[in-house]
Structure formats: structure tokens, C-alpha cells
């Protein structure tokens, strides 16, 4: 544009007004592309880690379940550190296996009252 050529304020107005709408437009389009790609990729590394996160939670239930029966063998009169990790193991990590079973007999000889639901 020319210094000498003026356009009335009026189509100035209605330049810039199609501009901001045209780069309003083309936002929103590389907005929802890209969150697009970012939901797909979330999916994708989700479907990823699910087996890994399965490993994760069996081996932490393993752990558990080894710790407990370790400390209900071997330092039986640790009440305190057998209920935590027992709590731990039934509740949180929802352990049942046969550990419920000398569980309940180490409470039974130590008169220990569990105040949470045992599994089955």
C-alpha cells in the first residue's frame, strides 16, 4: 500500500475484521488437531503400560503377601508391623490367597481383632 493511498477507515475496519476472523479459524482447527493427536497418543502409551502396570501390581501383592508371612513366621509378636502390612495387602492390594488363612490364625493366637472385611 502506498503512503499516498488511503483506504477509507471504514473497509480498514473490515480488513482486519476478516483477518482476525480468519486467524480465528484457522486456531481452532490446529487446536482440535492437535488435541486429536494428543488424545490418540494418550490412548496408544495407555495401552501400552497396561501390562506393565498389571506386572506392577502382581509383583507389589507378591511382595506383600512374602513380608507378611515373613514377619507372622519370624517376629510373631510384631503386631504392629503385621497389622499395617496385612491391611495393606487385604484392603489396598485386595490379597486373599491362602495368607488369609494364617493370618487369621496368627490373630487368633495373638487376640488380635481385625477391624476391616477379611476376603473370603
Same mark, same amino acid.
Given at each position: *500500500?502506498? /503512503?499516498?493511498?488511503? +483506504? /477509507? *477507515?471504514? #473497509?480498514?475496519? +473490515?480488513?482486519?475484521? @476478516?483477518?482476525?476472523? @480468519?486467524?480465528?479459524?484457522?486456531?481452532?482447527?490446529? %487446536?482440535?488437531? !492437535?488435541?486429536?493427536? @494428543?488424545?490418540?497418543?494418550?490412548?496408544?502409551? =495407555?495401552?501400552?503400560? #497396561? /501390562? *506393565?502396570? $498389571?506386572?506392577? %501390581? !502382581?509383583?507389589?501383592?507378591? %511382595?506383600?503377601?512374602?513380608?507378611?508371612?515373613?514377619? &507372622?513366621?519370624?517376629? /510373631?509378636?510384631?503386631?504392629? $508391623?503385621?497389622? +499395617? &502390612?496385612?491391611?495393606?495387602?487385604?484392603? =489396598?492390594?485386595?490379597? =486373599?490367597?491362602?495368607?488369609?488363612?494364617?493370618?487369621?490364625?496368627?490373630?487368633? #493366637?495373638?487376640?488380635?481383632?481385625?477391624?476391616?472385611?477379611?476376603?473370603?
Amino acid at each position: *500500500m502506498k /503512503p499516498n493511498d488511503k +483506504k /477509507p *477507515m471504514s #473497509e480498514r475496519i +473490515k480488513s482486519l475484521a @476478516a483477518l482476525i476472523s @480468519a486467524l480465528t479459524v484457522i486456531c481452532g482447527a490446529a %487446536t482440535g488437531c !492437535a488435541s486429536l493427536v @494428543a488424545n490418540d497418543l494418550s490412548k496408544k502409551i =495407555d495401552e501400552k503400560l #497396561e /501390562p *506393565m502396570n $498389571s506386572k506392577v %501390581t !502382581a509383583i507389589e501383592m507378591d %511382595t506383600t503377601r512374602i513380608q507378611l508371612l515373613s514377619l &507372622i513366621r519370624n517376629d /510373631p509378636d510384631n503386631v504392629d $508391623s503385621i497389622m +499395617k &502390612i496385612a491391611r495393606h495387602y487385604f484392603v =489396598d492390594l485386595s490379597g =486373599d490367597w491362602y495368607a488369609t488363612a494364617i493370618f487369621q490364625e496368627w490373630c487368633a #493366637e495373638k487376640g488380635v481383632h481385625i477391624d476391616w472385611e477379611m476376603p473370603i
